[in-house]
């Protein structure tokens, strides 16, 4: 059956001290509630724990026995639940994420950098990928998604702007295909697909021009699920990807890539950092939503 721990501590107290008057001075209750409190464990034990004299107050071997056992685990008990209690205040601990690849690189990692020297009692541990993982039940503390993708009954912090989606293929390419007019066209490209955890397990093609809006469902002889592939294989002529316009504008100026349908992709919702609740957040993770909360043109900084 299962003990009351506060008794239990009640009587670690008392046995410690070897009277109810300093236990219940200690612990700040009266000395009859100590008492009672004393009995009512007794009872419950069906056996006598403390023998009480004139002189003070003694052990029986019960008594003896069952401090021997609980003691070292009131202590770990009081030693965990202090240092939890510290992570209220002092940023430290280990906070896990899931991360889309890209934010990574560009948003998280540049934070970190300057962040983690500053704070050497914080730990972050970081998994890459594209799912739409359930991060509570996944034991994260937060996530990383691009805005359109995070439940809504999560709290979700902007870490960077409005980003716009780019389709491109290489001169090659283009050069071997017509270029695409509208959306549709695409239909008849050989198009980079990612593999992305979703009811059609594809990371669909969102396009808008004025009020039209469109999805596409593409198909291709390639699927990946790593962004530095899915560029590379657009760069060696394989075919057509979408991605955000950051990461095509360099390739593009460069001239291994060939921008289309640009009046079709429209500013949607960036990279944002979601977790479940605000309640009680440690000083750890409420620091690292601070640096990399977006604020118009700049990510925060340390509290």
Same mark, same amino acid.
């Given at each position: ?19 109810? $008057?300093?236990?219940?001075? !200690? ?6 509630? *100590?008492? /009672? &409190?004393?009995?009512?464990?007794? =009872? #419950? ?7 009480? $004299?004139?002189?003070?107050? !003694? ?6 026995? *069952?401090? /021997? &056992?609980?003691?070292?685990?009131? =202590? #770990? ?227």
């Amino acid at each position: 059956m299962r003990r009351n721990l506060d008794s239990l501590a009640a009587f670690a107290v008392v046995a410690k001290e070897r009277s109810f $008057t300093r236990s219940a001075a !200690g612990m700040g209750v009266s000395k009859s509630a *100590l008492s /009672q &409190t004393i009995r009512k464990l007794e =009872e #419950e034990l069906g056996v006598r724990l403390l023998t009480r $004299t004139t002189r003070g107050v !003694g052990l029986t071997e019960a008594g003896r026995n *069952l401090l /021997q &056992t609980v003691a070292p685990c009131l =202590e #770990e008990i009081e030693t965990k639940v202090t240092t939890i209690m510290e992570l209220r205040e002092k940023p430290a601990g280990t906070l896990r994420l899931s991360a889309g690849e890209p934010a990574v690189h560009s948003i998280v990692y540049p934070v970190l950098r300057k962040l983690l020297p500053q704070y050497p009692d914080i730990r972050i541990e970081i998994t890459t990928d594209y799912g739409l993982n359930d991060i509570v039940t996944g034991g994260y503390d937060g996530g990383i998604r691009l805005g359109k993708l995070i439940s809504r009954d999560m709290i979700a912090v902007p870490i960077g702007p409005d980003i716009r989606m780019a389709v491109v293929g290489s001169p090659d390419y283009f050069g071997r295909h017509p270029i695409p007019e509208t959306p549709q066209d695409l239909t008849l490209h050989n198009c980079i697909q990612l593999r992305y955890p979703s009811p059609t397990g594809m990371f669909i093609w969102a396009f808008g021009r004025g009020a039209e809006r469109l999805e596409l469902r593409v198909e291709g002889q390639i699927v990946v699920n790593s962004t530095a592939l899915r560029m590379a294989a657009a760069i060696d002529g394989l075919g057509v990807a979408y991605m955000p316009e950051d990461q095509a504008i360099p390739e593009v100026a460069a001239g291994r890539l060939v921008r289309v349908l640009e009046n079709w992709c429209p500013l949607g919702a960036g990279w944002h950092l979601y977790y479940p609740s605000r309640r009680n957040p440690s000083a750890a993770f409420g620091l690292f939503v601070n640096a990399l909360r977006y604020r118009g043109g700049q990510q925060g900084g340390p509290a």
